[in-house]
């Protein structure tokens, strides 16, 4: 099974509808992330968690929200998706005194 | 903070060719230095990292050398296989020690052809 899962894998949602993004894993791992892939552009922070209390927003968190209900379980939230919002969104979690990242399989959205 | 560059692609070889991926970084102090991997409809995989300068990350017949001279990571694999065909992601720590965000390069595509 896969350490770290992300549901759904394909959604293609309206332009104003309220998403939500969900990140599962069993690694154990305290810290959590939400990246954003567009061609050409590389991976774009979004928000990140150091433990269930603590999230911080990344370098683009405009539009976005977060909400870690468990030490497993991180979700990310587009309350009013926007057709700019197309893209590829990942999950990664780490751990210790590492810098070391683990993805998941990612999460292909169409915004129309 | 710290920032990485890598070569723009697409990048297309002949099966068993040699292949070098640059990378080319800016950073304070010394920090760990990663290969990311990502084949085709799936999420990132680490390939290798070096977390010390001189260090040489390998795996999967790749490798890359923390060179603190030319601040650079380059990736090489010595004769490259249609299943190395994928996006190839350079990565350091954002900051400094204790931050635990990385930033990634752009990516460079990578397609062997048999």
């Known amino acids: 099974d896969a350490d770290v899962t992300q549901t759904p894998r394909n959604r293609i949602t309206k332009t104003g509808k309220r998403i939500m993004l969900e990140c599962s894993q069993t690694k154990g791992h305290d810290r959590m992330y939400w990246y954003r892939q567009d061609p050409g552009l590389g991976l774009q922070l979004i928000y990140y968690?150091?433990?269930?209390?603590?999230?911080n927003k990344g370098e683009i968190s405009d539009g976005y929200s977060v909400s870690r209900q468990a030490q497993a379980k991180f979700s990310l939230s587009l309350e009013s998706a926007i057709p700019n919002q197309t893209a590829l969104y990942f999950c990664?979690?780490?751990?210790?005194?590492?810098?070391?990242?683990?993805f998941g399989p990612g999460t292909r959205l169409t915004v129309l | 903070g710290n920032s990485v560059t890598q070569m723009e692609g697409p990048v297309t070889l002949s099966e068993e060719a040699f292949l070098t991926i640059n990378c080319t970084y800016t950073a304070t102090g010394y920090p760990s230095l990663f290969w990311y991997v990502q084949y085709p409809g799936e999420g990132l995989q680490l390939l290798l990292k070096?977390?010390?300068?001189?260090d040489k990350g390998s795996n999967k017949g790749f490798e890359a050398t923390y060179r603190k001279e030319t601040t650079s990571f380059h990736l090489e694999k010595g004769s490259v296989q249609v299943s190395d065909s994928a996006v190839y992601f350079c990565a350091l720590p954002a900051s400094g020690a204790g931050s635990y965000q990385l930033t990634f390069g752009k990516g460079t595509k990578l397609s062997v052809i048999p």
């Open positions: 990664a979690t780490g751990a210790g005194g590492t810098d070391t990242q683990y």
């Open positions: 968690s150091f433990d269930v209390k603590d999230i």
């Open positions: 070096a977390t010390k300068a001189d």
